[in-house]
Protein backbone atom coordinates (compact mmCIF):
# COMPACT_ATOMS: atom_id res chain seq x y z
CA UNK A 1 0.00 0.00 0.00
CA UNK A 2 1.36 3.78 -0.80
CA UNK A 3 1.91 5.77 1.41
CA UNK A 4 3.30 9.30 1.99
CA UNK A 5 6.50 10.28 3.30
CA UNK A 6 5.29 10.67 7.35
CA UNK A 7 8.30 12.51 8.16
CA UNK A 8 6.99 15.63 6.21
CA UNK A 9 4.25 17.62 7.26
CA UNK A 10 0.80 16.83 4.69
CA UNK A 11 -0.48 20.01 2.73
CA UNK A 12 -3.34 20.25 0.81
CA UNK A 13 -3.71 22.65 -1.58
CA UNK A 14 -6.76 22.93 -4.13
CA UNK A 15 -6.26 24.46 -7.45
CA UNK A 16 -9.09 26.25 -9.23
CA UNK A 17 -7.25 27.95 -11.69
CA UNK A 18 -3.61 28.52 -12.85
CA UNK A 19 -3.96 32.07 -10.64
CA UNK A 20 -4.36 29.72 -7.89
CA UNK A 21 -1.40 27.55 -8.71
CA UNK A 22 0.74 30.96 -9.43
CA UNK A 23 0.48 32.30 -5.72
CA UNK A 24 1.11 28.81 -4.50
CA UNK A 25 4.34 28.67 -6.14
CA UNK A 26 5.45 32.34 -5.77
CA UNK A 27 4.79 31.53 -1.63
CA UNK A 28 7.08 28.55 -2.44
CA UNK A 29 9.80 30.61 -3.72
CA UNK A 30 9.51 33.57 -1.27
CA UNK A 31 10.60 31.23 1.41
CA UNK A 32 13.26 29.43 0.13
CA UNK A 33 16.73 30.48 1.98
CA UNK A 34 19.99 30.34 -0.23
CA UNK A 35 23.02 29.32 0.32
CA UNK A 36 25.44 32.00 -1.18
CA UNK A 37 28.78 31.12 -0.07
CA UNK A 38 28.11 26.64 -0.04
CA UNK A 39 31.37 24.81 1.30
CA UNK A 40 30.10 21.94 -1.22
CA UNK A 41 29.84 21.26 -4.64
CA UNK A 42 26.71 19.45 -6.03
CA UNK A 43 26.33 17.79 -9.13
CA UNK A 44 22.54 16.75 -10.21
CA UNK A 45 22.03 13.87 -11.80
CA UNK A 46 19.00 14.47 -14.02
CA UNK A 47 18.11 15.96 -17.46
CA UNK A 48 14.67 17.49 -15.65
CA UNK A 49 14.51 21.40 -16.16
CA UNK A 50 11.49 21.21 -13.53
CA UNK A 51 14.46 19.58 -10.97
CA UNK A 52 17.24 22.30 -12.61
CA UNK A 53 14.82 24.58 -11.57
CA UNK A 54 13.27 23.45 -7.97
CA UNK A 55 16.92 22.94 -6.81
CA UNK A 56 17.99 26.19 -8.25
CA UNK A 57 15.11 27.72 -6.24
CA UNK A 58 16.58 26.31 -2.89
CA UNK A 59 19.40 28.53 -3.54
CA UNK A 60 22.18 25.58 -4.71
CA UNK A 61 24.80 26.81 -7.28
CA UNK A 62 24.96 23.09 -9.29
CA UNK A 63 26.49 21.23 -12.71
CA UNK A 64 24.24 18.26 -14.66
CA UNK A 65 25.31 15.43 -15.34
CA UNK A 66 22.81 12.54 -16.77
CA UNK A 67 23.22 9.08 -16.24
CA UNK A 68 22.34 7.92 -20.08
CA UNK A 69 21.20 4.49 -18.80
CA UNK A 70 18.42 2.58 -20.08
CA UNK A 71 15.22 2.63 -17.26
CA UNK A 72 13.60 0.25 -19.08
CA UNK A 73 15.87 -2.33 -18.85
CA UNK A 74 15.54 -1.71 -14.63
CA UNK A 75 12.40 -3.65 -13.46
CA UNK A 76 10.87 -3.91 -9.91
CA UNK A 77 7.37 -4.92 -8.94
CA UNK A 78 6.66 -2.40 -6.37
CA UNK A 79 6.96 1.15 -7.55
CA UNK A 80 8.37 2.40 -4.55
CA UNK A 81 10.88 -0.54 -5.18
CA UNK A 82 11.36 0.80 -8.73
CA UNK A 83 12.51 4.30 -8.79
CA UNK A 84 14.78 3.51 -5.97
CA UNK A 85 16.33 1.18 -8.44
CA UNK A 86 16.30 3.48 -10.91
CA UNK A 87 18.08 6.59 -8.67
CA UNK A 88 20.92 4.41 -7.21
CA UNK A 89 21.14 2.83 -10.92
CA UNK A 90 21.57 6.45 -12.18
CA UNK A 91 24.06 7.33 -9.28
CA UNK A 92 26.11 4.26 -9.90
CA UNK A 93 26.12 5.69 -13.80
CA UNK A 94 27.30 9.26 -12.75
CA UNK A 95 30.31 8.04 -10.18
CA UNK A 96 31.67 6.11 -13.35
CA UNK A 97 31.71 9.40 -15.18
CA UNK A 98 32.68 11.37 -12.15
CA UNK A 99 35.88 8.83 -11.60
CA UNK A 100 38.89 10.59 -12.36
CA UNK A 101 38.29 14.00 -10.92
CA UNK A 102 41.31 15.33 -8.92
CA UNK A 103 40.45 13.93 -5.52
CA UNK A 104 42.14 16.21 -3.68
CA UNK A 105 40.36 18.88 -4.41
CA UNK A 106 36.96 16.35 -3.71
CA UNK A 107 38.71 15.73 0.27
CA UNK A 108 39.35 19.98 0.16
CA UNK A 109 35.10 20.52 -1.12
CA UNK A 110 32.93 18.11 -0.93
CA UNK A 111 30.89 17.15 -3.81
CA UNK A 112 27.22 16.37 -3.24
CA UNK A 113 24.96 13.61 -5.94
CA UNK A 114 21.64 14.24 -6.51
CA UNK A 115 19.81 11.49 -8.10
CA UNK A 116 16.12 10.95 -8.00
CA UNK A 117 13.41 9.06 -9.96
CA UNK A 118 9.24 9.49 -10.33
CA UNK A 119 6.39 7.39 -11.17
CA UNK A 120 2.83 7.85 -11.25
CA UNK A 121 0.78 5.08 -10.13
CA UNK A 122 -3.03 5.02 -10.83
CA UNK A 123 -5.23 2.03 -10.65
CA UNK A 124 -2.75 0.17 -9.12
CA UNK A 125 -0.43 0.18 -12.00
CA UNK A 126 2.78 1.68 -12.82
CA UNK A 127 2.84 4.93 -15.03
CA UNK A 128 6.41 5.71 -16.37
CA UNK A 129 6.78 7.84 -19.22
CA UNK A 130 4.67 6.96 -21.76
CA UNK A 131 6.01 5.27 -25.06
CA UNK A 132 3.99 7.73 -27.70
CA UNK A 133 0.74 9.67 -27.70
CA UNK A 134 -1.74 6.55 -27.64
CA UNK A 135 -0.23 5.45 -24.11
CA UNK A 136 -0.20 8.95 -22.69
CA UNK A 137 -4.07 9.29 -23.55
CA UNK A 138 -4.57 5.57 -21.81
CA UNK A 139 -3.02 7.20 -18.60
CA UNK A 140 -4.98 10.37 -19.03
CA UNK A 141 -8.35 8.67 -19.13
CA UNK A 142 -7.08 6.36 -15.69
CA UNK A 143 -6.82 9.45 -13.98
CA UNK A 144 -10.33 11.12 -14.83
CA UNK A 145 -12.47 11.26 -11.75
CA UNK A 146 -9.83 9.10 -9.93
CA UNK A 147 -6.53 9.76 -8.00
CA UNK A 148 -3.21 8.82 -8.65
CA UNK A 149 -0.15 8.86 -6.55
CA UNK A 150 3.59 10.05 -7.91
CA UNK A 151 5.99 8.25 -6.38
CA UNK A 152 9.13 9.84 -5.77
CA UNK A 153 12.32 8.40 -4.66
CA UNK A 154 15.63 10.64 -4.28
CA UNK A 155 19.22 9.82 -3.13
CA UNK A 156 21.57 12.03 -2.01
CA UNK A 157 25.51 10.88 -2.22
CA UNK A 158 28.83 12.54 -0.59
CA UNK A 159 31.18 11.48 -3.24
CA UNK A 160 33.80 12.68 -0.79
CA UNK A 161 33.01 9.85 2.01
CA UNK A 162 31.00 7.94 0.53
CA UNK A 163 27.77 8.25 2.85
CA UNK A 164 24.67 7.85 1.18
CA UNK A 165 21.40 8.86 2.66
CA UNK A 166 17.33 8.54 0.43
CA UNK A 167 13.83 8.33 0.48
CA UNK A 168 10.14 8.72 -0.64
CA UNK A 169 7.89 11.13 -1.02
CA UNK A 170 4.36 10.04 -2.29
CA UNK A 171 1.79 12.85 -2.94
CA UNK A 172 -2.02 11.99 -3.81
CA UNK A 173 -3.38 14.34 -6.98
CA UNK A 174 -7.13 13.70 -6.81
CA UNK A 175 -8.92 14.68 -10.77
CA UNK A 176 -12.14 16.04 -11.79
CA UNK A 177 -13.57 14.14 -14.77
CA UNK A 178 -10.85 14.82 -17.84
CA UNK A 179 -13.59 15.55 -21.33
CA UNK A 180 -12.21 13.06 -24.25
CA UNK A 181 -11.92 15.96 -26.24
CA UNK A 182 -9.60 17.72 -23.89
CA UNK A 183 -7.72 14.61 -23.98
CA UNK A 184 -7.37 14.21 -27.62
CA UNK A 185 -6.11 17.94 -28.21
CA UNK A 186 -3.66 17.81 -24.88
CA UNK A 187 -1.79 14.90 -26.16
CA UNK A 188 -1.25 16.03 -29.59
CA UNK A 189 0.61 19.01 -28.09
CA UNK A 190 3.12 16.61 -27.73
CA UNK A 191 4.52 17.89 -23.59
CA UNK A 192 2.95 14.69 -22.46
CA UNK A 193 5.17 12.06 -23.49
CA UNK A 194 8.13 13.18 -21.89
CA UNK A 195 6.74 13.32 -18.05
CA UNK A 196 6.44 10.18 -15.95
CA UNK A 197 2.60 9.60 -15.94
CA UNK A 198 1.60 10.95 -19.37
CA UNK A 199 0.16 14.42 -17.85
CA UNK A 200 2.37 17.47 -16.81
CA UNK A 201 0.31 18.52 -14.03
CA UNK A 202 1.82 21.69 -13.95
CA UNK A 203 0.69 23.16 -17.25
CA UNK A 204 -1.90 25.57 -17.58
CA UNK A 205 -4.81 23.66 -19.69
CA UNK A 206 -4.27 20.56 -17.06
CA UNK A 207 -4.84 22.33 -13.79
CA UNK A 208 -8.45 23.11 -13.67
CA UNK A 209 -8.60 19.31 -13.75
CA UNK A 210 -6.51 18.69 -10.50
CA UNK A 211 -9.23 18.53 -7.73
CA UNK A 212 -7.27 18.22 -4.88
CA UNK A 213 -3.20 17.53 -4.69
CA UNK A 214 -1.97 16.53 -0.80
CA UNK A 215 1.68 17.07 -0.69
CA UNK A 216 3.59 19.16 -2.62
CA UNK A 217 3.85 20.95 -6.42
CA UNK A 218 7.71 20.34 -5.62
CA UNK A 219 7.32 16.99 -5.25
CA UNK A 220 4.68 16.70 -8.03
CA UNK A 221 7.42 18.28 -10.42
CA UNK A 222 10.08 15.21 -9.31
CA UNK A 223 11.82 17.06 -6.93
CA UNK A 224 10.32 17.21 -3.50
CA UNK A 225 12.30 20.20 -1.73
CA UNK A 226 12.13 19.40 2.09
CA UNK A 227 13.28 15.78 1.49
CA UNK A 228 16.55 17.00 -0.60
CA UNK A 229 17.59 19.51 2.01
CA UNK A 230 17.19 17.00 4.83
CA UNK A 231 19.03 14.31 3.11
CA UNK A 232 21.92 16.88 2.06
CA UNK A 233 22.23 17.47 5.64
CA UNK A 234 22.21 14.19 6.66
CA UNK A 235 25.12 13.21 4.25
CA UNK A 236 27.28 16.66 5.14
CA UNK A 237 27.21 15.70 9.00
CA UNK A 238 28.04 11.76 8.08
CA UNK A 239 31.59 10.46 9.53
Known amino acids: ?25 SSAMASSMAKNSSPFKVVLGSSSPARREILADMGYGFTVMCADIDERAIRR ?14 AEAIKLKLHGEDSAQ ?7 LITSDQVMVSKGMIRERPKGQEEAREFIKGYSGDKAFAVNYVLVTNLSNGASKGGWDIPEIYFHHIPEDFIQSVVKE ?8 GLKLTHPSVLPFIKQLIGTMDSVRGLPRELTERLIQEVLGAK
Open 1 to 25: MLRSNRNQPAFTWRFRNSESYSSAM
Open 77 to 90: EKPEELVKALAEAK
Open 190 to 197: GHMTCVAG
Open 106 to 112: ERDQPTI
